[in-house]
């Protein structure tokens, strides 16, 4: 499998483990400001969005545009439509761009199910945070 690809599996598995997280804590109440788990999500998919995309440039042996590096560090789904409608043409971009989300997408949903099951058998949250 191309690194581009291993790099995709470690996206949606850090975002599954960053889901699971809050789904562990949430239920002894919601956070009332940012968390660290937010800090390192937000760290960890913007890095891996632009290294599947330098990746993805090194494999078809072009360089991205500062609009897609700049713009996925502010937005990394907007940066990845600028830089597949950049570098394919534009069918192959947009269903790349529909894959690649649709993948999140189903990700999250499955993780959320997950966690959800988890909390109806009692896993979560931990008997730790059960007496906060």
């Known amino acids: 499998m191309a690194k581009r690809n291993w ?9 599954s483990l960053g889901l699971l997280i ?11 400001s940012f ?12 890095t891996l969005f632009a290294w599947w995309q330098i990746e ?3 494999k078809r042996d072009i360089r991205r545009s500062s609009a ?3 713009v996925t560090i502010l937005l990394a789904p907007v940066g990845l439509a600028i830089y597949l409608y950049q570098t394919r043409r534009w069918p192959r971009a947009t269903l790349g761009l ?4 649709g993948g999140i997408l189903l990700a999250a949903i499955l993780t959320l199910l997950l966690s959800d099951w988890l909390i ?6 931990p ?6």
């Open 127 to 132: 008997s730790f945070l059960r007496e906060l």
């Open 56 to 58: 993805d440039a090194e």
């Open 7 to 15: 790099i995709y599996v470690g996206l949606l598995a850090f975002l």
């Open 120 to 125: 109806l058998q009692g896993i979560f949250p």
């Open 98 to 101: 529909i894959a690649f989300m």
């Open 68 to 70: 897609a590096k700049i």
């Open 35 to 46: 968390t660290a788990n937010d800090l390192v999500q937000m760290i960890g998919i913007i």
């Open 22 to 32: 809050d789904a562990a804590v949430w239920p002894a109440g919601p956070p009332t």
